[in-house]
């Protein structure tokens, strides 16, 4: 299999660079540009490859709340690009495509989108253009880490500053990109795989119980609790946004991913 990644210097890119080894080729900024029709079009043919894995995306929600038009290329003109090509496109999105409408439970692929910002409804116009094409898939997850991300803010904040703030009013699952990686490098490989899934770690928190449950393991730094509401920044966030999946794409428990991760960073 030859895949071409694009977004692969980024947190999940550079996952998915590493466990392709030989059979991944990277692409991003500043050399490739997926908003550039030809510059994707020239890609694709000098590459020819069998599967493309967009992880490309502009991740700064309030930034996105501010640039609509930027979000709309990366995110919808950005795939619609890709899927252009008429190679096999898997390509990630956000569980902010959901807001707050359904609460209290997790949200399976079947429930209907609602974006709760510019972000997600750029990415919702790419979903869309995406699974226009039979054999494409499109792929949902929520607060990625690896070297970074949510979890590893946290420990380290704690840890070195001895002190984290964070919000009481957004729900939602971590995500380790190293094994999101590994589940799309299954679906890469499989053909049949296709159309949407959802895929992060079950247990549904909000930051700042994230925060506590760290800080009772390492015994060390205090928790203060915030809101996006007091924050005032310039994108809403879902109230509820943790996703369930009905595909069997589940990812370890938050609880396992929690233990790695504090194994791996102290
Ligand atoms: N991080 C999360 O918590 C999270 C949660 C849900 C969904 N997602 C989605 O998951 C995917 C991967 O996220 P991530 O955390 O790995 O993001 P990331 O670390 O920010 O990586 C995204 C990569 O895309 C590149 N990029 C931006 N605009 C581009 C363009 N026009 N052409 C080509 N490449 C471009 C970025 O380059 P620059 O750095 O130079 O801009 C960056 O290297 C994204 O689609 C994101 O929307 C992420």
């Known amino acids: 299999m030859k895949a071409m990644v694009v977004g692969s210097s980024g947190l999940l890119g550079s996952e998915l660079m590493k466990l392709l080894g030989d059979s991944g080729s990277g692409y991003d900024l500043p050399d490739f540009d997926v908003t550039d029709r030809k510059c994707v079009a ?10 493309i894995l967009n992880t490309s995306g502009l991740t700064d929600v309030d930034y996105c709340e501010e640039n609509p038009d930027e979000a709309e290329r990366v995110h919808h003109t950005g795939v619609q690009n890709l899927v252009t090509t008429g190679v096999r496109l898997i390509s990630v999105s956000t569980d902010q495509v959901f807001s707050c409408s359904v609460e209290n439970r997790y949200i399976l692929e079947s429930d209907p989108a609602e974006p ?31 070297q970074r991300g949510l979890l590893p803010w946290i420990i380290s904040s704690l840890v070195n500053k001895g002190l984290v703030m964070a919000v009481t009013d957004q729900t939602s699952c971590i995500t380790s990109a190293g094994s999101l990686a590994e589940i799309l490098v299954g679906m890469a490989s499989d053909e049949s795989s296709s159309g949407l899934f959802h895929c992060v770690s079950r247990g549904a928190v909000t930051p700042y119980e994230l925060a506590c449950t760290v800080r009772d393991r390492i015994k060390t730094g205090v928790v203060k609790e915030t809101s996006w509401q007091q924050l005032a920044l310039p994108a809403p966030r879902p109230v509820w946004s943790a996703l369930g999946t009905e595909r069997n794409t589940e990812l370890p428990p938050l609880e396992e991913v929690l233990d790695q991760c504090l194994q791996k960073m102290l």
């Open 42 to 51: 020239d890609a694709v043919a000098a590459l020819r490859p069998d599967v």
């Open 116 to 146: 709760a910002n510019v972000y997600a409804a750029s990415k919702l116009r790419g979903e869309k253009a995406a699974l226009e094409v039979f054999g494409n898939t499109i792929v949902r997850t929520s607060w990625l880490f690896g």
